[in-house]
């Protein structure tokens, strides 16, 4: 198998990854594809670390309700 990847800065706020995979073993002819990167300003977690980890979301959800009643709280305390 060949891979190419290629990055590509296409504006200040993304880069484009394009990458043409040749494997005349598995395919009949090489192909490509594309995907847009766009920056963020938030937390960036690897893939890999949470490909499987089914409790990632009740774990953010638990942290956004703690968040959410610390800020109710805080707006009773100020009346």
């Known amino acids: 198998m060949?891979?190419?990847e290629r990055f590509t800065r296409v504006d200040p706020d993304t880069i484009l990854y394009r990458f043409t995979v040749?494997?005349?073993t598995a395919f009949t002819r090489s192909w490509?594809?594309?995907a847009p990167m766009t920056k963020t300003t938030g937390t960036?977690?690897?893939?890999?670390c949470h490909e499987?980890?089914?409790a990632m979301t009740n774990?953010?959800?638990g942290a956004r309700?703690?968040?959410k009643?610390?800020?109710e709280a805080a707006k009773k305390g100020s009346r």
Do not use: K, Q, R, V
């Open 2 to 4: 060949h891979l190419i």
């Open 44 to 48: 960036i977690y690897e893939y890999a």
């Open 65 to 67: 309700a703690e968040e």
């Open 69 to 71: 009643a610390i800020d």
């Open 22 to 24: 040749d494997d005349p």
């Open 32 to 34: 490509t594809g594309e």
């Open 52 to 54: 499987g980890n089914y």
């Open 59 to 61: 774990i953010l959800s």
